[in-house]
């Protein structure tokens, strides 16, 4: 079964960093595009940043240069860096990728999500 794990989230004072991870597993032949994106609570989910299988990026306005979005094909892993965190940063992260599995089916999966608290 091929699943999305994210990891990394917590508690963090302003100011602050966190690193997030994504891995992919499960039988996959090839990664596309991948993407974090957040939640809070009565609001839509936005894009924080998105990659590329070739490693180009985008990022949502408010990120405003203090997140960075990477990936490491080999492992199967996108990572979100996280700097200068301000409390509405606070939300649920969550992983999203476009994968093809060995059978050529190509998904579109979320992972869990990890809550990211930025709170004095």
């Known amino acids: 079964q091929v699943q999305l794990v994210e990891s990394g989230g917590g508690l963090v004072q302003p100011g602050g960093s966190l690193r997030l991870s994504c891995a992919a597993s499960?039988?996959?032949?090839?990664?596309?595009?991948m993407a974090w994106y957040r939640q809070t609570p009565g609001n839509e989910r936005e894009l924080v940043a998105h990659?590329?299988?070739?490693?180009?990026?985008y990022y949502g306005e408010f990120v405003k240069g203090r997140f960075t979005i990477s990936r490491d094909n080999a492992k199967n892993t996108v990572f979100l860096q996280m700097n200068s965190l301000k409390p509405e940063d606070t939300a649920v992260y969550s992983c999203n990728g476009v994968l093809r599995e060995t059978n050529g089916i190509v998904l579109n999966l979320w992972g869990q999500g990890t809550q990211v608290t930025v709170s004095s």
């Open positions: 990659i590329t299988s070739g490693g180009n990026t």
């Open positions: 499960g039988n996959i032949v090839s990664i596309y595009a």
